[in-house]
């Protein structure tokens, strides 16, 4: 019990993700998880201003229960399969983020300093972070589940270009923009 | 029955990504720093058991639980639309510190201001939709 209620170790976190890729396979899906942005949209009626929203979205009911469920993950994994878990960055990691002005590093789950304190500023880093995530994945037609993970098992090359790509936007937002940032 | 097969494969999906840490924004900012084997190993041991299992998938034709032939359609090719869309993400992902999974699972953790993220994440989708036929694919 001890072991479940600790941080896991990332073999174990990429072997269970393997797994949930390889079972919506095995189920006749795909995983893929940002395209649940897209089927939102046309369900909350977008297919009237874009032909890119005209599809029957409730043929991907399943991906927006799939949703529900990592929801219901978030929820269990907080509230009944840990006790104040913060991960252990790298000493080196937390040096560089207290100078950012992070000081929750190393004892938080989450920058407290970015998502408890709601100022204008924040809001407004988290607003163009969802434009970024929304727009990109749909322009790169898939995220970290469809192209890094799906993509890269099935050996495609446009999805080894996204994730350079994301790691080159990655790159730049942290070591370039973040010092202007925070 | 097979609409709680998907529900549970997210909650499993929703767990390992908390509970091993790939749904925190330090990770990610210590993946872009290079300062952890974490997020590599994570992302790598996914991959290594993803690319064994598609193989054989694909190898030994399998079938999908319907009986229907599996096909894991190829991405359209193309350079410009996986680069600059993937450097777009990227930039969201490292100022979030989540990409789309983790950002759901986090509001079910109790993270109640990702709901502006997903918000704009959900504006960023339709204008994509809207600005699509303008934009290099």
Redo the contacts between chains.
């Keep these: 019990m001890d072991l479940i209620m600790k941080p896991w170790p990332w073999y174990i976190g990429g072997l269970l993700v393997a797994i949930v890729m390889l079972s919506l396979i095995l189920v006749g899906k795909n995983f893929g998880f940002s395209s649940n942005f897209r089927v939102m949209c046309s369900a909350l009626g977008a297919g009237k201003y874009s032909s890119f929203f005209n599809f029957n979205w409730k043929s991907q009911r399943w991906n927006l229960l799939f949703l529900f469920g990592s929801i219901l993950g978030g929820f269990i994994s907080k509230y009944a399969l840990s006790d104040g878990q913060s991960p252990a960055i790298s000493s080196e990691t937390v040096a560089q983020l207290h100078d950012l002005g992070f000081y929750s590093a190393g004892n938080s789950y989450y920058p407290v300093e970015l998502f408890d304190n709601l100022s204008t500023y924040n809001v407004i880093l988290l607003a163009i972070g969802g434009l970024l995530i929304g727009f990109g994945t749909r322009y790169a037609g898939g995220c970290t589940s469809g192209h890094a993970i799906s993509g890269l098992s099935d050996l495609q090359l446009p999805s080894l270009i996204a994730v350079i790509g994301f790691f080159i936007g990655g790159l730049i937002m942290t070591h370039v923009l973040f010092p202007f940032i925070f | 029955m097979?609409?709680l097969?998907?529900?549970?494969?997210?909650?499993?999906?929703?767990?390992?990504?908390?509970?091993?840490?790939?749904?925190?924004?330090?990770?990610?900012?210590?993946?872009?720093?290079f300062?952890?084997?974490?997020?590599f190993?994570?992302?790598?041991?996914?991959?290594?058991?993803?690319?064994i299992?598609?193989q054989w998938?694909k190898r030994t034709h399998?079938k999908?639980?319907?009986g229907?032939a599996?096909q894991?359609a190829?991405?359209?090719?193309?350079?410009a639309?996986?680069?600059?869309?993937?450097?777009?993400?990227?930039?969201?992902?490292?100022?979030?510190?989540a990409?789309?999974?983790p950002?759901?699972?986090?509001?079910?953790?109790?993270?109640v201001?990702m709901i502006?993220?997903?918000?704009?994440?959900?504006?960023?989708?339709?204008?994509?939709?809207?600005l699509?036929d303008y934009?290099p694919h």
């Design positions: 097979r609409n097969t998907y529900i549970f494969l997210g909650i499993i999906f929703g767990v390992a990504m908390y509970k091993a840490e790939a749904a925190s924004w330090f990770r990610i900012y210590e993946m872009f720093n300062q952890s084997i974490h997020m190993g994570f992302i790598g041991t996914a991959l290594l058991i993803g690319l299992g598609v998938i399998k999908d639980i319907d229907h599996i894991i190829p991405k359209e090719k193309s350079i639309r996986y680069l600059f869309g993937g450097v777009l993400f990227g930039l969201g992902w490292a100022l979030v510190g990409c789309p999974g950002i759901f699972v986090l509001l079910g953790a109790g993270l201001p502006i993220v997903i918000v704009f994440a959900l504006i960023g989708t339709f204008l994509y939709g809207i699509k934009l």
